[in-house]
């Protein structure tokens, strides 16, 4: 297969589409976490389909201090690694091309969501991301939009926005795409030193600590669940030996441990050995939200069943990173 480059939507919508365009949205930089995406937008896509990787570093999503002028730009190696993973355009258009009266003065705004989270720590980000997702599902005119759950927040509102405003196009999620040894691929991992890149590994092993725990809770309490609760019944548990078992599981499930702050802490106890590493981990935040809007769990486990997200954002160094799971409350009822 051989990909095309394209610089202007013109050309793009001169290409005679015979099935359903899959589009996957990128700053560039691209690696193994993107060439998923291609992929499984092409299986998507099916063999008439058409899949479109854009390659455009959006201004305005980067606030002040942060690293656009350093962002990387790669689109030779771009252009390569898109055809291997099946894609059949690379639409990569200027800052003219996709803001052609200098910067919008009508853009999107995120709403609360926006405000949390990322959205705190960066003003402003998840408007400019909007905006120029916004503008490229137009100038790209797809059936389906790919997008990493890595990005959690990010999908999120590109769920939510295309919900509220009637965009017509598929959102689909791609799971986190990780190293061997855990840390989630990014393009800002090529900033981060040898030393750097050990500390790093302490977001995905925190995030991999909650986990752990949370499945152990789920545990407790489905055992918990099967546990009986009257005095004939437990004597006849006792008969067979299983009631210190159900104790133990009942004091378990039922106390103080069982809730989502046993989660963070399990997480956070990572963290903190990781802020006395050479070079230290500096938190931003770890938080365990309803995907739904990113507002905080909180209160008794008992009181929360559905899906969650556990997030952490950390700088290593001067480098900035962010990873998620998605975890899932009382699954085993």
């Given at each position: 297969m051989t990909t095309t480059l394209l610089r202007t939507a013109a050309e793009l919508h001169a290409r005679t589409r015979g099935g359903r365009r899959a589009v996957v949205m990128?700053?560039?930089?691209?690696?193994?976490?993107?060439a998923t995406l291609v992929r499984t937008a092409r299986e998507l896509a099916g063999p008439d389909g058409e899949v479109a990787v854009t390659v455009f570093v959006n201004p305005l999503q980067f606030g002040q201090g942060e690293d656009l002028d350093r962002y990387p730009r790669t689109l030779d190696a771009d252009l390569k690694l898109a055809e291997q993973a099946g894609a059949d355009v690379v639409f990569a258009p200027s800052v003219d091309e996709v803001y052609p009266g200098g910067?919008?003065?009508?853009?999107?705004?995120?709403?609360p969501m926006g405000e949390r989270l990322e959205g705190s720590s960066r003003p402003g980000h998840f408007d400019g991301m909007l905006t120029v997702v916004a503008k490229l599902l137009h100038l790209t005119r797809p059936d389906i939009a790919l997008f990493g759950q890595k990005d959690a927040q990010q999908l999120a509102l590109i769920r939510r926005m295309t919900r509220d405003l009637n965009f017509g196009v598929e959102i689909v999620a791609v799971p986190t795409v990780r190293e061997e040894d855990g840390l989630?691929?990014?393009?800002?991992?090529r900033y981060l030193s040898a030393a750097g890149r050990r500390t790093a590994l302490a977001l995905s092993q925190a995030l991999f600590a909650g986990r752990d725990r949370h499945a152990a809770q789920e545990a407790l309490r489905a055992r918990?669940?099967?546990v009986?609760?009257?005095?004939?019944?437990?004597?006849?548990?006792?008969?067979?030996g299983e009631s210190r078992a159900a104790a133990d599981a009942h004091a378990v499930a039922k106390g103080?441990?069982?809730?989502?702050a046993a989660i963070r802490a399990a997480a956070r106890l990572v963290l903190d050995e990781a802020a006395r590493l050479d070079p230290p981990l500096e938190l931003d935040y770890l938080a365990l939200v309803d995907p739904s809007d990113f507002t905080e769990i909180t209160g008794p486990e008992d009181d929360f069943t559905g899906?969650?997200?556990?997030?952490?954002?950390?700088?290593?160094?001067?480098t900035r990173l962010i990873d998620n799971?998605?975890?899932?409350?009382g699954a085993a009822s």
């Open positions: 990128t700053m560039g930089a691209l690696h193994e976490g993107h910067e919008p003065q009508v853009r999107i705004t995120a709403g989630a691929l990014s393009s800002r991992n918990a669940r099967q009986p609760a009257t005095r004939a019944r437990a004597e006849a548990l006792s008969a067979i103080a441990p069982g809730s989502p899906e969650a997200v556990l997030a952490v954002a950390a700088r290593v160094g001067t799971i998605p975890l899932t409350f």
